[in-house]
């Protein structure tokens, strides 16, 4: 029987034949009436497609309960590759509408990864990974330096390549 998040009045859910909604103020109490088990559901049970239809993100009331061990002991470091690991397992997809520079060094400046997607030609990608490793905690390292001869057509130039337009005259 499908739980609603309390939006049924704005949505139009689409039910299996028999089906009908539960207000989720009462889940708590459907899950003591209909389920025995005081343990969870087995993965048998729970994506059972014939009792239970499709399941979506909104099918899943998850409630905390006993853990046997201290939270200290939980590690999410997680392998991206045979040498390289993540603390924090956050990764951005490697899409042209997600990651691109700047969400690649936003995600890493949180301790994540950002897949630079291949939508693009291999020198736009370089370009990409360029300026993806010249940022480095909000402190440039090697520095895009203009002199005071430099024309402006030159600096819009720059600014074209680089993506940023605030250059150090020296």
Not at 35 to 49: C, E, M, N
Not at 130 to 141: A, D, H, M, Q, S
Request: charged share 20%; net charge negative; hydrophobic share 35%.
């Amino acid at each position: 029987m499908p739980l609603t998040n309390g939006d049924v009045a704005t949505s139009n859910p689409q039910l299996a034949p028999g089906q009908t909604l539960i207000d989720h103020r009462s889940a708590l109490e459907f899950l003591e009436n209909e389920y025995k088990h005081q343990d969870g559901l087995d993965v048998h049970t729970l994506l059972d497609s014939k009792s239970h239809g499709g399941l979506t993100y909104n099918d899943f009331l998850v409630l905390p309960g006993y853990i046997g061990f201290p939270a200290s002991e939980v590690a999410l470091d997680t392998p991206v590759t045979k040498r390289i690991s993540l603390k924090t397992p956050l990764l951005s997809s490697p899409m042209d509408t997600v990651t691109e520079h700047s969400m690649a060094i936003h995600m890493a400046l949180l301790g994540g990864l950002g897949v630079i997607h291949h939508n693009c030609s291999a020198e736009d990608q370089a370009e990409m990974v360029r300026k993806v490793k010249r940022f480095e905690n909000g402190f440039i390292l090697d520095p895009v330096v203009l002199s005071p001869d430099t024309k402006v057509s030159e600096a819009k130039q720059l600014k074209e390549k680089w993506g940023f337009g605030g250059f150090p005259v020296t």
